[in-house]
């Protein structure tokens, strides 16, 4: 006998909704404050609800920014590709965050050192679950220098596009840019690629 399909209620759907714009309101506050100068009002305001439906959802500020400062679900999208093309991919990935949504959730990194303690949990967590998960995918020798070294390519793309906000990046069309840069990443993930 087959189960039938589960299907997902309006209100579960406007949760997950919800949820994620409360999620994406304190990245994009994390990235600009100090976690001391975010206030749940803040973040409230920012995504379009009431402080108390945070706290029904997260419990609290803390528990929200853990999972602000966590990368696990962003890194499975910007490591879906296989090795040999991953370095344009993770290009395509940052570049196209940065135009529909306005950030990268990996860049936010750059703002650790206005976090203090909680800055420490944000390097913690980076490092694991971006930088080492990326030299667990790779072979050969120094592969978590490799992938440090990737990983510090992208955030200077990411910034250069998102930070500095320079024109010409901004303005040159992504897959440009992929083809301009992605060797440049892969180069580190596959040594040896590029043509000489």
Do not use: C
């Not at 395509?92 to 949504?101: V, W």
């Not at 992208?154 to 930070?163: P, Q, R």
């Amino acid at each position: 006998m087959t189960s039938p399909a589960r299907t997902v209620s309006p209100a579960r759907r406007d949760a997950e909704a919800t949820k994620a714009a409360i999620i994406r309101a304190a990245r994009y506050l994390l990235a600009r404050n100090a976690h001391t100068d975010i206030t749940l009002k803040h973040v409230a305001e920012r995504a379009g609800v009431s402080a108390p439906l945070i706290l029904k959802y997260f419990g609290n500020k803390d528990a929200l920014f853990s999972q602000v400062m966590n990368f696990e679900a962003d890194v499975d999208t910007l490591l879906d590709a296989p090795l040999d093309d991953l370095g344009r991919h993770m290009v395509r990935h940052l570049l196209t965050g940065q135009a529909e949504r306005g950030t990268d959730p990996i860049v936010r990194i750059v703002f650790a050192p206005l976090h203090g303690e909680q800055g420490e949990i944000l390097r913690a967590n980076f490092r694991a679950q971006v930088s080492d998960r990326l030299a667990r995918r790779l072979s050969g020798p120094d592969a978590g220098l490799r992938a440090e070294l990737a990983v510090s390519l992208l955030l200077g793309l990411g910034v250069m596009y998102g930070i500095a906000r320079g024109p010409h990046v901004r303005s040159a069309p992504v897959e440009d840019v992929v083809e301009r840069y992605g060797p440049s990443v892969q180069e580190q993930l596959t040594p040896g690629t590029l043509a000489g």
